[in-house]
């Protein structure tokens, strides 16, 4: 027949349900594999936590938790996670937006230093630190002239903070906000409303998992930040010292009920962060 062109014929694969299913054996090893690996690093290093914690007795452990040093630091921790977190939630939605709905140049270059925190050691950001503010630093004669004081204070630890925990939000909302595009909102601003409107009912509903999963994410690093608080902080008992910080010094003076029962806190953190983080996570996908 003419201008009949024949359809190629294709051979269904047969074999397709090979690629996702696998032996009985097979699966039986890689389960085992990754239960063994999770007890071993993860359950077990948990439970012990908890079990050093209550050695020598739950009064010992009461007495540890309310002991002034250790309240001090789980204040201040929780101190620099409330500046931390919506400091880092109101750069991490500009950044997004600005990567997200606009085309400028520089553009890569502004992504490349967003994600620098993730590629500098935290130690060496705290040394910057203390080299831009420390006593000999470059501003430290003007700040110790005006009485102010970054280096081994609260200051110091939230910038240094800040800086390790910069890329959570930001990271998280990018993505999430170039796959969703900018017709809701250009339609909402033809339909004359103002930006902020345009934020609060259009861009804000859509991205309101996405931004809470990178609050979760940042706030867990705040709360666990260790090595560019240590080298700012001074380590200054019932002053400076964060939580881990203050689980370091007591590990060290030996005191080790002490130090597992602050511990023990952050390990319930670090639990209540995981669940709401897998919620979140269910709550995008059930979204989408």
Same mark, same amino acid.
Request: net charge positive; with cysteine.
């Given at each position: ?196 409107? %345009?934020?609060?009912?259009? %861009? ?68 209540? %962060? ?15």
């Amino acid at each position: 027949m003419a201008g009949y062109i024949p359809m190629q014929q294709t051979n269904p694969p047969l074999e397709s349900s090979r690629s996702t299913t696998e032996p009985r054996l097979v699966r039986f090893f890689l389960i085992a594999i990754v239960i063994v690996f999770l007890s071993l690093f993860l359950v077990l290093p948990l439970i012990a936590i908890f079990v050093k914690a209550f050695d020598k007795g739950i009064d010992v452990y009461f007495a540890s938790i309310r002991h002034p040093d250790a309240l001090a630091a789980i204040k201040l921790t929780l101190i620099v996670a409330l500046i931390i977190v919506p400091l880092n939630a109101i750069f991490g939605i500009a950044a997004a937006w600005l990567v997200s709905k606009f085309d400028f140049k520089g553009k890569n270059i502004l992504i490349t230093i967003i994600d620098l925190p993730f590629a500098v050691s935290p130690v060496i950001a705290g040394l910057v630190f203390v080299l831009l503010f420390g006593t000999h630093g470059f501003l430290g004669p003007w700040l110790f002239e005006h009485d102010i004081k970054i280096i081994f204070a609260v200051p110091g630890i939230v910038l240094a903070t800040l800086f390790v925990t910069l890329p959570f939000v930001a990271r998280e909302l990018i993505p999430l906000m170039q796959a969703q595009g900018s017709a809701e909102e250009e339609a909402s601003f033809t339909l004359g409303a103002n930006g902020w409107k %345009t934020f609060l009912f259009v %861009t804000l509903p859509k991205i309101k998992w996405g931004l809470l999963y990178g609050v979760i994410l940042c706030n867990a690093r705040s709360i666990g930040e260790f090595g560019a608080v240590s080298v700012v902080s001074g380590h200054i008992r019932g002053l400076t010292n964060t939580m881990p910080l203050h689980i370091e010094i007591l590990y060290n003076e030996y005191q080790f009920s002490a130090a597992f029962a602050v511990a023990s806190l952050m390990s319930i953190l670090a639990i209540v %962060t995981l669940v709401v983080k897998n919620f979140i996570e269910w709550k995008t996908k059930t979204n989408k």
